[in-house]
């Protein structure tokens, strides 16, 4: 959840669009208040239009699938409550730290993957598009590039556009 | 009762950094016969030239002539390599160190890591990538680059979380979570330091804004975006933007010669010339027009052709600017403004978009500390503390030190230097010489001559990288079907210990007599196949590869069907070759156990003493009738030591020495024969008695001397001296000299001009040298020295300083306008325009000291004997300027001392060293095996028409007695041209012969011609 | 040496092209050491051939042999029992080997694979040059050891003509004017009186001039 929640808000649709909340049957009232809540702080925030965050969303799409974010989420409780494989355990504030970052990073290499689809650009061009620092973008784009995710295309003048490569 | 420790010596030494330094040290020894540990406290050996992208002055890549030193360091039998691990502690004396070693854990068990890959895919943790100067990120799980040697990965505990992914996806069940760091202990004779050093922080430049201006980047982190392995694959980009910078400034000395912002007043040495290689490179890589501008205090390109390089640079439009910036300002979103005062004193502004600082060496607290462990006394910069008459070695006996942490400087003076060390070891352990040394013991070859071929077939998965894409299984039911195979099968890792065993039962079971393998290139492990054939009593030529890696699955991956075709292909044309392979003989010839010194002045009796110390007879030829060369006109040196007092010993040393044999007035007249067995003719004395003389190998050192200008009223007027006079002056004459009220010295007199381009790399230290000479005679003296560049590099730089402090005046000149020397009555004058007052000024002198050039010695005859090639000013070519500084083309016939190029004693005498510690090498192995891959000529159709004469890029054909080619079988290096070249195709190439490259095309076209 | 050059590939299938089995040739006397006609030149144009006809779909058989010379009957007999094998055959040799082996095996076509061109020097690789023009009365000695028959194009005898420019021969600025070259080397030798008197006309009955040549030397004669 904390995951979810840290990617909704880096991608502008807030995290308070989505709730988990834990009712037994038994519970009716609880349900009552949690949904009437629900609905007028949706009635505040007003409609949620998914065409306005058509590229965030296939970003955060990309995070949640991604082998290093569902395998750092699968690991957590095994390592923060238990042991990792050197027989330590890591302290969980720590742990979430590193998770944020892992998130934070690969929702912006989302961002530029998707920003990608629409052919050669350079890094100015992806940050206009997608509302990151340049620099950002730039380092970023790097880690793609390791990946094996992007690559560069050619130089147009002195700048230099790069594609996207199959997933 | 205390047990009295054993004095007898260890013959192995333990080598301390894999930089190039460290390699080169531990190659001399191991191939001398000595048994080399070679400890590097990172994951991987390769040091700091393994990061960059170019090399000055050739230009080479950096990664294309340190890859085979790599190769060599991890195949040699006789090295064993420790990576990540650090030394503790050293004690005993020389010849019987106890080292104490810490192996940090890699957690990766590099006898089963095939380098696949993997787990660095997999591995969800990320740090700053530090070979890449942190451009960009790395995994936890990594390998340092992908080069590197010892080849594998390492995990990097600091910020891995132990997550478990890359256990999981290891097929070859290399990930080892509990390693735990080890402490070790090792006898060994010698140590020899060549840990390099740091490069200095610039973020202790508030106002270079070097952490916070991206586009403002160091000079390593420049060499990783130009390199091709880099995080940018070699585009010229800068990091902000990744855009194309259109203008790019370098600011040098950045933490050299400053003792403002640090502490480091020396020179680093390397960084004008570096800059100038990441100018011109830069200006390559460019699509458009790249204004680049450096800009410097002093140029210091003082080396062998750096000269020519700066001048080449300077035509390629780069600018020079002489200025020292004092701030980086922001410019715009993400440019740079840099101000300057110029020339002609007013101020200039320009906005760049990319500056390289060029930052020098510095020792770092690990360094400090390593050598505080190792017992070896630091100077006052913290580099290690030598003698000038004994560069490589430390204030501790049997510890020796080379490369940057000796001093600042570039890679051919660490590789000379790393030789020297070697030497020095090889000298102290030479009676335990093969003692450590490990050996193979091999069964005798099987004669398959009666034999029908017996194919055998091993294709490789390589874990998933040909496996993932290729359909082995099919592949190797496929090779069942070929001619010849008598037995197939598929490995997960052909290359691995435990598929090596299983493949010599095989053999042996089947009676195979070719082998097959499908698998990777020849260049990661033809050599491993051959010993495994060896092993089990095989001829190692019938071995046969089949790349269906690189040049299949890894090229095809978007295409499993016909990259599986294409493998069957591949094997089908490699079987096909196979069943011709024959095997090759290679036999052993005797290296004559003898050296030849040419030459006998500093370099010369440092390389004859150091091979007699080494146990080796040597024969020192001599053409006048003293020894000495021009250090018989030095008296001291700029550090002080007392020249003429170290000659007498030396030359003392080498004439009681038994296993020398010195010859003056001696003339080399012949020279015949091959490495391991030259014949030299030589007439000695008046009597011009001959001599022949019968050697393994041939060291040059025939010096050079100082050229007697023409200019400056020299040779008309007494009062008009070289340095070299100078020195002699004040030795003989000091009272006279503390007389002179005012002297005048003008440096670059026969240098760096239109007959003689090159810089002579020794004048400006000696100009200084006699200036502080002269202060301390007479304190009220006025110095005067006339410069273009003052080339005080690395630790001489102190002593301009020195020189500045005590009152000796430097002004400027340029090219353009030099000085005038004039006579005035009985006066002599000199006028000098000056740069800050742009007017000529005339002064007085009583004394005019030139800094005449070092020229080449004339060795025209010598060289046209010997077959040397020199440079186009006298001076012997070396094979390769940066990693075989001390080698010729010849085999067998190394080179030092000033013969090769302008150098400081100390740099004679490291250089002397290294070409002793190489010709021991080659001499130590007692035997050369010759043969094998090599051309032969078939004499009967031979039209003695010399194609193979003339095309040979070695020269190694020749018409012998009975008027047809011959081709020596130890000179050979296989490379085919005189094959493929002769019109009587006469000439066969073992391992490449006709029908066996045909058998390979006409399976590759079967069914389809 | 007799320097040759090899013919155009076209020429030469043009020679063979209504034949079926061809036998190439070559000899390693001079053509090998000027790179036209040894034993690799036959590879690769018996080679070029098959890829040729092969292409054309027509049937051919092209084999490959070398002589250790064709102007010698003796070496040319090694060909005697596999002749009669072949349709044709393309000598490699010179003009003087093509000849000799279509002479004595009169039933069977000889074609020519290389244009013979002169006798000459090996400057460089690659580079040959000719040097002498065979006309039999050689007089290398007045001028210098440097012929004016063969580096003269004009074969003139008494000095340069008026086409004679900084040295080079007015039909090309390549070439070398022959006696400008003589000139110098007779400068060299101290022998420019040379020049005083002008040379008796040359008899050029001993060159081609005179009708085809013959040398019978009765001293060593069998």
Known sequence: ???????????????????????????????????????????????????????????????????????????????????????????????????????????????????????????????????????????????????????????????AKFVRMAA | MAKSKESKKVGAVMVVGGGVAGMQASLDLADAGYYVHLVDKSPAIGGIMAQLDKTFPTNDCAMCIISPKLVEVGRHLNINMITN???????????????????????????????????????????????????????????????????????????????????????????????????????????????????????????YNYMDLPNVVTSLEFERILSASGPYQGHLMRPYDREEPQKIAWLQCVGSRDINHCDNSYCSAVCCMYAIKEAVIAKEHAHGELDTAIFFMDMRTYGKDFELYYNRAKEEGVRFIRSRIHSIEPEGECDLLLSYVDDQGELQSEVFEMVVLSVGFEVGEEIIELSKRLGIELNQHNFALTDTSTPVTTSRPGVYVCGTLQGPKDIPQSVMEASGAAAASSALLNEVRWTETKIKELPEQRDISEEEPRVGVFVCNCGINIGGIVDVPAVREYARTLPNVVHVEDNLFTCSQDTQVSMAEVIKEKSINRMVVAACTPHTHEDLFRETLLEVGLNKYLFEMANIRNQDSWVHMSDPEKATAKAKDLVRMSVARAALLEPLEERMIEIKQRGLVIGGGVAGLNAVLNLAQQGFEVVLVEKEKELGGLARHLHRTIDGLDVQKYMNNLIEEVQTNEHIQVLTEALVVGF??????????????????????????????????????????????????????????????????????????????GSRNEDNPNCSRVCCQGAVKHALELKELNPDMEVIILYRDMRMYGLLEDYYQEARSKGILFFRYSADQPPQASRNGDGLQVTFTDQVLNRPVQMSADALVLGSATMAADTEELASLLKLPRNRDGFFLEAHAKLRPVECSSEAIYLCGTAHAPKLMSESIAQALAAASKAGSFLAAEELRVGGAVAVVDPERCAACLVCVMSCPYGVPRINEDNVSEINPALCQGCGVCVSECPGNTIHLGHCEDDQISANLHALLEGVI | MIMARPKPIEEIIDEIKDFNKVLIAGCDGCVTVCEAGGVKEVQVLASALRLYFTKENKRMEIDETSLTRQCDKDYLHELLDKIDDYDAIVSLACGAGVQFMAEMYRKKPIFP?????????????????????????????????????????????????????????????DTDCGWHLIYERLKELGQLDFFAEPTDPKDWVSSRDGGPRKIVREDVRL
Request: aromatic share 8%; net charge negative.
């Open chain 2, 672 to 749: 015949s024969g091959a490495k391991g067995n030259f014949t030299t003719e030589v007439l000695v004395g008046p009597g011009m008695y001959e001599r022949k003389i019968d050697h393994g190998v041939t060291i040059i050192a025939t010096g050079a001397v100082e050229h007697k200008p023409n200019e400056y009223l020299y040779s008309e007027d007494d009062r008009v001296m070289t340095q070299l006079d100078l020195g002699n002056f004040l030795h003989e004459n000091s009272k006279e000299a503390a007389k002179w009220q005012r002297v005048v010295m003008i440096q670059c007199v």
């Open chain 2, 85 to 207: 691990t650090e030394v503790e502690g050293l004690e005993g004396e020389a010849g019987n160190f106890t080292a104490k070693l810490i192996n940090h854990p890699r957690y990766i068990d590099l006898e089963k890591c095939t380098a696949c890959g993997e787990c660095s895919r997999a591995c969800p943790a990320t740090a700053v990538n530090e070979f890449n100067e942190r451009l960009d990120l790395r995994e936890a799980t990594y390998m340092t680059y992908p080069q590197a040697m010892p080849r594998g990965f390492v995990i990097d505990r600091s910020i891995c979380v132990g997550c478990g992914l890359c256990e999981k996806v290891c097929l070859a069940e290399a990930i080892n979570y509990d390693d735990k760091p080890r402490q070790t202990e090792m006898e060994v004779g010698a140590v020899i330091l060549a840990p390099g050093n740091g490069v200095f922080d610039p973020s202790r430049f508030e106002t």
């Open chain 3, 113 to 173: 694979g290389v244009d013979t061109c002169f006798i000459g020097v090996t400057e460089e690789r690659g580079v040959w040059a000719e040097r002498c023009q065979a006309c039999g009365q050689c007089i290398l000695a007045s001028t210098g050891g440097i012929c004016p028959i063969s580096r003269c194009s004009k074969r003139m005898l008494n000095g340069p003509c008026g086409g004679s420019e900084k040295g080079k021969c007015e039909i090309s600025p």
């Open chain 1, 1 to 159: 959840m904390p995951v979810v929640e840290q990617l909704l808000g880096l991608a502008g649709v807030g995290k308070e669009r989505l709730q988990l909340c834990w009712v037994s049957a038994a519970e009716g009232q609880l349900f009552a208040d949690y949904v009437t809540k629900l609905s007028d702080l949706i009635g505040q925030l007003g409609p949620f239009q998914p065409d306005d965050f058509k590229l965030e969303l296939a970003a955060v799409e990309t995070v949640l699938k991604s082998t290093r974010i569902r395998w750092l989420m699968g690991m957590d409780r095994q390592i923060t409550e238990q042991e990792n494989v050197y027989h330590e355990k890591m302290d969980s504030e720590a742990y979430q730290a590193i998770v944020r970052q892992a998130v934070a990073e690969e929702y912006e290499k989302g961002m530029i993957f998707q920003a990608l689809a629409d052919g050669p650009q350079s890094v100015r061009e992806i940050a206009g598009k997608i509302g990151l620092p340049v620099y950002t973008v730039s380092l970023r784009l790097n880690d793609l590039e390791r990946a094996g995710q992007a690559e560069f295309h050619e130089f147009e003048g002195t700048t």
